[in-house]
């Protein structure tokens, strides 16, 4: 099939999560002998030079380059109206041409968009089928953004998630189908009641990147993988830091703490000056810190969707501890392949308990990694992709009447 793939980061290098699922499908597709034709935004001159490496893996692909001080602004301009904020972010004139154009240079026999953000280039199309992948409802987070940030800032973050709610809705009746990364957040998007067939697939883990070490980890140092300027990692480490990290270090003083990811606000080097506490900032490879690790902690108050985090240190074979909304977007087991704490006291236990027992680290370490083998392997989510493809579109390019054949596995 010919296949025009919209997505709202450039997608290569699968680095960060907005990328990582969008590559996957990419390369998945392409390997399955389709022809896709992938659209999308960069940011800056690197990006755009990293980005050349998608090349193996597509037949073609469309960057246009925006800026951000003129994004903020198209931004500030949808502020009174009733089209969201982030639309304007990740809206681009030179896009909407270059994807017009190629709606009119040749026959395509399916659209997929991954992000609701730049499902706006293509909503309009009503002779090709279509996909929306929401990912995460964006909304959702909007709307649990609100509830941590002062006023007026909360208004503001509150008026954005009801107009992407019905943007949501909207654009949900102008797809075939409509998908998500969870069971949690398919049933936030079916619950919306618009109609439209929708469906959910996974996020996936390169288990044989992000595998097991050979070299003996430290009992005594916990890590944080994210992205430092994304504000749930914020929220979540300065949170750690003031009510969890004194109770673990008055138990274990020895305790040390790595804070690893890219481009930490100036708040987030500062909790470098606690005692035992590294922001190390950008590195090369995130799989040394991890590894070195009794645990990886994701203690997140906010979190919608898959955290890419938990499923890679669950793959190196590094126990897990989460909350219990981070926990939901991942398919394991509370007890059996990680651990849920959302106090601080339950989140020391938990530390403590896997730190100060070797055996039941190694039990932990295991049954993770195991269970991202099984559930969270990306051929097993891009299986489940062909079945929601196939439900809308046979090979030969018919369509599928999805409202009579959706259903969730």
């Known amino acids: 099939m010919n296949i025009l793939y919209l997505c709202h980061r450039f997608p290569f290098p699968p680095k960060r999560g907005g990328k990582i699922r969008p590559f996957n499908m990419i390369r998945h597709l392409s390997a399955a002998g389709h ?9 800056a001159e690197d990006e755009g030079v990293e980005g050349q490496g998608i090349a193996p893996h597509c037949e073609a692909f469309e960057m246009a380059r925006v800026h951000n ?20 972010y990740f809206y681009s004139p030179a896009l909407r041409a270059r994807v017009d154009t190629l709606l009119a240079s040749r026959r395509w026999d399916l659209i997929f968009v991954h992000c609701s953000s730049v499902a706006q280039y293509v909503e309009h199309v009503q002779d090709i089928p279509k996909i929306l992948d929401f990912g995460d409802m964006d909304s959702q987070k ?12 909360s208004l503001g973050y ?38 439209a067939a929708t469906d959910w697939f996974p996020n996936g883990v390169d288990a044989e990147f992000f595998s097991p070490g050979e070299q003996p980890y430290d009992a005594d140092t916990v890590s944080f993988i994210g992205r430092m300027d994304y504000y749930p990692n914020q929220e979540c480490m300065a949170r750690f830091c003031a009510d969890v990290w004194p109770l673990l270090r008055a138990q274990r003083p020895a305790m040390k703490l790595l804070i690893i990811g890219a481009d930490p606000s100036p708040q987030m080097r500062q909790l470098g000056e606690l005692p035992g506490v590294t ?8 799989r040394p810190y991890v590894r070195q690790s009794a645990v990886m902690v994701a203690p997140l108050a906010i979190a919608r969707g898959t955290q890419n985090k938990i499923l890679e240190a669950m793959a190196m074979g590094v126990p897990v501890v989460t909350s219990s909304c981070a926990a939901g977007g991942v398919d394991a087991e509370d007890g059996a392949h990680l651990l849920v704490a959302d106090t601080p006291q339950e989140i020391v236990a938990a530390i403590l308990r896997v730190a100060g027992d070797a055996q039941e680290r190694e ?26 493809i196939a439900r809308l579109v046979d090979p030969s390019g018919t369509k599928h009447n999805t409202k009579q054949e959706a259903g969730v596995a």
Request: charged share 25%; net charge positive; aromatic share 8%.
């Open 158 to 195: 509150r008026l954005e998630g009801y107009k992407m709610l019905a943007a949501e809705k909207r654009l949900a009746r102008r797809f075939d189908i409509c998908t998500a990364t969870t069971r949690a957040e398919w049933e936030t998007l079916d619950g919306y009641g618009t109609g």
């Open 35 to 43: 022809r896709v034709t992938v659209c999308s935004l960069v940011r």
């Open 142 to 153: 909007w709307l649990e953004y609100a509830n941590y940030k002062p006023f007026p800032l």
């Open 69 to 88: 001080p003129v994004q903020f602004l198209r931004m500030i301009v949808r502020l009174p109206l009733t089209t969201p904020s982030s639309m304007g």
């Open 279 to 286: 922001v190390t900032g950008s590195v090369p490879d995130v």
């Open 363 to 388: 039990r932990l370490a295991r049954a993770g990694r195991e269970r991202m083998l099984s559930h969270h392997a990306w051929p097993r989510s891009m299986q489940r992709l062909d079945g929601i």
